[in-house]
């Protein structure tokens, strides 16, 4: 399985990245110190994470490699997700695109940098 970001969504993305920081894919389930809500609803959700190395990863028991590095996964979430996945910023709303084999995945995806006092307020998509 893999992840390939645009130019745009990298240009977004590599400044909170680097020595000491980790990406996560989360599910948006309720499950984890990561996850946003768990609200009942038809849409699968998504948002793209950065943690510290030294944060809690409970939970996120697999790997996909993407363009800018490893990211990690609820093993259970993979069921959502497809082999070959591209993300592509939105650049009007400041939102990602997950989009894999079959289409789109998450129109919405949205980013929280969790190393920052501000991560969670600065997520456009929710």
């Known amino acids: 399985m893999q992840i390939k970001f645009d130019e745009a969504s990298l240009t977004k993305l590599q400044p909170h990245l680097g020595?000491?920081?980790k990406l996560l894919?989360?599910?948006e389930d309720g499950v984890g110190p990561y996850s946003q809500h768990a609200?009942?609803?038809m849409q699968v959700q998504f948002t793209l994470n950065v943690i510290s190395d030294d944060m809690a990863t409970e939970g996120y028991?697999?790997?996909i490699s993407s363009n800018l590095g490893d990211?990690?996964?609820k093993g259970y979430s993979m069921d959502s997700l497809d082999e070959n996945m591209a993300v592509h910023l939105n650049q009007t709303l400041d939102t990602m695109l997950l989009s894999g084999d079959i289409g789109?995945?998450?129109d919405n995806m949205g980013f929280i940098?969790?190393?920052t006092a501000d991560g969670v307020k600065k997520n456009p998509a929710r």
């Open 25 to 27: 894919l989360t599910f």
């Open 39 to 41: 609200m009942i609803h």
């Open 61 to 63: 028991d697999q790997t």
């Open 113 to 115: 940098d969790f190393t």
């Open 19 to 21: 020595t000491g920081k």
């Open 104 to 106: 789109s995945i998450d």
């Open 71 to 73: 990211i990690l996964v």
